[in-house]
């Protein structure tokens, strides 16, 4: 079992920067990819980012690529979203989300585990 906490979400403006956190419990953080998703009011769950188990491998959304970087520190079981550049339509609640699958994945169906979201508004 592992639990997911995340926090950093907040009011920012256009060409902002925000970092994300996302803290697991369990001891076997270290054995699972982690995911960044995202979802606006009125839209479906989207794909951000996922890292692998060592965070040696990364991939991310078109739509934030260049502008987001993830990474996580399994010492400290946590797995973190640098967001730079923001823009309005970042404007959305942010799941962290831990998946078996070694690189991650960008469906949400592979993910087991859920945080519960923190929320990031972009104004222009």
């Known amino acids: 079992q592992v639990q997911l906490v995340e926090s950093g979400g907040g009011l920012v403006q256009a060409g902002g920067s925000l970092r994300l956190s996302c803290a697991a419990s369990?001891?076997?953080?270290?054995?699972?990819?982690m995911g960044w998703f995202r979802q606006a009011p009125g839209k479906e769950r989207e794909f951000v980012a996922a890292i692998s188990w060592s965070g040696g491998s990364t991939y991310y959304a078109d739509s934030v690529k260049g502008r987001f970087t993830s990474s996580r520190d399994n010492a400290k079981n946590t797995v973190y979203l640098q967001m730079n550049s923001l823009k309005p339509e970042d404007t959305a609640v942010y799941y962290c989300?831990?998946?078996?699958?070694?690189?991650?994945?960008?469906?949400?169906?592979?993910?087991?585990?859920w945080g519960q979201g923190t929320q990031v508004t972009v104004s222009s």
């Open positions: 369990g001891r076997t953080f270290s054995s699972y990819a």
């Open positions: 989300a831990a998946s078996p699958i070694n690189g991650g994945s960008s469906w949400y169906t592979e993910y087991d585990y």
